[in-house]
């Protein structure tokens, strides 16, 4: 009893000591992007104390001694979310995915390919985004003890909301590995061969502590693919114990599929057909279109070794792309921005993300949807739309706020970044 109590005042104590600590100001917005509503709001007032939005307010309501950030020249935004990352892994252009994959498996040691993910998230809060989704390809469970680091504030970094390994059928995405060798592909997959090993697996990634699941209902270039028995286990399971289960799919069949078996989201899509698109609207299973601008293509294809110019292949593609976005909003799947952005284009690996907005806008996506599915919609289909993603009474202040015209000049103003707050605290602060 006399622990116990020692216990209790030691924690009242600190509660005292944290609340004492808490910071109050108010920021002045220009414009303000409701992100819920998909619209924005003349001269409001954000009232923050801590890490938490206490109120959106008119300018009269501001105390006459209260700390303001003046923001009256900017558009304010909730934080930015890229709902498709892997902070763990990095692959040159001109790299095989495979075998970069398995030098990083063999070679490398987890803790360097944990400090060098603490060095690139950091990148991410530089261009506003303050929340990812680590989908995979992070060894065991070290996109996990990145969030956990992140959290209690020993590395700077967006809020990670982390899968551990992808759960997929032999093989996983490492194709061409001997017989002998599979077990380098269970150091980056969870591996399932039944119903029953499918439940235990969403298990043990729940036992290690992941905001979601992740799953590869195909393995393209590898011919495996999980069953739909298979996944309906893994939704079912991971439903049970509030996980959203998200899949990696690049055909239709893998898609439809995983939609039959009720995921979530699917991730990719790039061959969706319109029933499967269909069927996802109904389910209200939202879409990551991984899309790449013509920028970034080009500066890829150089790298590699490649002239751009002479892959006639690639209009194709962004006409293929293109078409695929535009057709799912019109069946009315939800659209979330994910970048997928892995690849050393020699820029950080945040600008590296960002350029998934200047991919949507270019196949012709009006600027408040982007902003939206990079917001509200992506933060909805967490299941934590009233914490991030938006700017509401209750949610985390993550703010960030940009100079110029956001629905008129979208690219250039996004890029033109002032002001970045993630959970309170303030990681840029630019000057008008």
């Not at 104390?49 to 206490?54: C, L, R, S, T």
């Not at 996980?243 to 039959?260: D, I, P, R």
Request: with cysteine.
């Amino acid at each position: 009893m006399k622990a116990f109590l020692i216990y209790m005042l030691l924690m009242i104590g600190y509660t005292i000591n944290v609340s004492s600590q808490e910071k109050e100001f108010y920021l002045q917005a220009g414009l303000l992007y409701d992100s819920q509503e998909n619209i924005m709001l003349e001269n409001r007032v954000i009232h923050v104390i801590g890490n938490k939005i206490q109120s959106i307010e008119d300018p009269e309501k501001i105390p006459v001694d209260a700390e303001v950030i003046d923001l009256g020249e900017y558009t304010v935004l909730p934080g930015l979310i890229d709902a498709h990352t892997h902070v763990l892994f990095s692959q040159e252009p001109q790299d095989d995915f495979t075998e970069e994959s398995i030098a990083t498996l063999v070679l490398e040691n987890p803790a360097l390919r944990t400090l060098r993910g603490a060095k690139s998230v950091k990148s991410y809060l530089d261009v506003g985004i303050t929340s990812i989704k680590d989908l995979g390809n992070s060894g065991l469970f070290l996109d996990v003890a990145l969030r956990d680091a992140i959290n209690e504030g020993t590395v700077d970094g967006p809020r990670i909301f982390a899968s551990g390994p992808i759960i997929g059928a032999p093989g996983g995405q490492l194709y061409g590995v001997s017989h002998e060798h599979q077990d380098l592909v269970g150091l980056e997959y969870r591996i399932i061969t039944s119903v029953a090993d499918a439940k235990n697996a969403v298990r043990e990634h729940v036992n290690q502590k992941v905001d979601i699941i992740k799953i590869c209902a195909d393995n393209l270039p590898n011919n495996t693919r999980l069953t739909v028995d298979e996944m309906k286990a893994i939704v079912e399971t991971a439903h049970s114990y509030d996980l959203t289960v998200t899949a990696h799919s690049v055909t239709n069949q893998s898609a439809w599929e995983a939609a039959t078996a009720g995921v979530d989201g699917i991730e990719h899509g790039f061959n969706l057909a319109d029933s499967t698109l269909a069927l996802m609207a109904q389910k209200n299973i939202y879409l990551v279109p991984t899309e790449n601008s013509r920028a970034y293509m080009h500066s890829y294809y150089k790298l590699s070794g490649s002239n751009p110019e002479e892959l006639t292949w690639l209009n194709r593609y962004f006409e293929n792309s293109k078409n695929r976005l535009l057709r799912a909003i019109k069946n009315g799947v939800p659209i979330v921005a994910g970048s997928d952005n892995y690849t050393d284009i020699r820029i950080p690996r945040g600008a590296s993300s960002r350029d998934m907005f200047r991919a949507y806008y270019e196949a012709g996506m009006k600027p408040l949807d982007i902003l939206q599915a990079a917001t509200f919609v992506s933060a909805k289909h967490l299941n934590k739309e009233n914490e991030i993603g938006i700017l509401k009474p209750g949610s985390f202040a993550d703010i960030i706020a940009v100079k110029g015209d956001l629905e008129n000049d979208f690219l250039n103003t996004l890029e033109n970044l002032a002001f970045v707050m993630k959970n309170g605290k303030i990681y840029l602060e630019k000057s008008n």
